[in-house]
């Protein structure tokens, strides 16, 4: 009897550290999101999921105002709908915004739905800290990418 009582102990806790460990590999946040930017081809940043809410700064300035921001967000392995790239003041007023065509990720890899943006359009702006949204049907509030300070 006490044999069977220990044995059903070590069965209870057993089972007890199974479910823990089942429940605790779960993260809050959907996996799969982010995003990168490059200037023209060069990566100047990529943050993907927990990392996604760290918003970084990126430099510009005339040395870089024939080049492309090129921005490439990822919705768990599928392009948005109704995307846009747009540019806000501190008081989160939209300065600019860019609008992009959806597309078919069907025969196309998500990479290659890219949104380009002229930096010099950017630089003609507004000197100073600016922010970088995107927005799309899957993300209607938008999603701040970076803070760009221009020069």
């Known amino acids: 009897m006490a044999k069977m009582i220990i044995s059903m102990k070590a ?3 057993m089972a007890a550290v199974a479910i823990s460990a089942t429940l605790f590999s779960f993260s809050g946040k959907k996996g799969g999101e982010g995003f990168e930017i490059f200037l023209n081809s060069k990566l100047v940043l990529q943050q993907f999921g927990s990392k996604m809410d760290d918003v970084k700064s990126i430099e510009l300035d005339n040395r870089f105002s024939n080049d492309q921001l090129v921005i490439k967000y990822y919705h ?4 948005g709908k109704n995307r846009s790239i747009t540019i806000r003041d501190a008081q989160n007023k939209i300065l600019k ?3 992009f065509a959806d597309v078919s ?3 196309l890899s998500v990479s290659e739905a890219s ?3 002229k ?3 950017i630089l003609s ?3 100073g800290k600016l ?4 927005t799309s049907a899957q993300l209607p509030k938008g999603r701040l990418l970076a803070m760009l300070v221009t020069k």
């Open 105 to 107: 990720t069907a025969g």
């Open 97 to 99: 915004e860019w609008k």
């Open 119 to 121: 930096v010099k359009d």
């Open 115 to 117: 949104m380009a943006c």
């Open 125 to 127: 702006l507004h000197a």
């Open 76 to 79: 768990c392995g599928q392009a």
């Open 11 to 13: 069965l209870a806790i």
């Open 131 to 134: 922010n970088l949204y995107y």
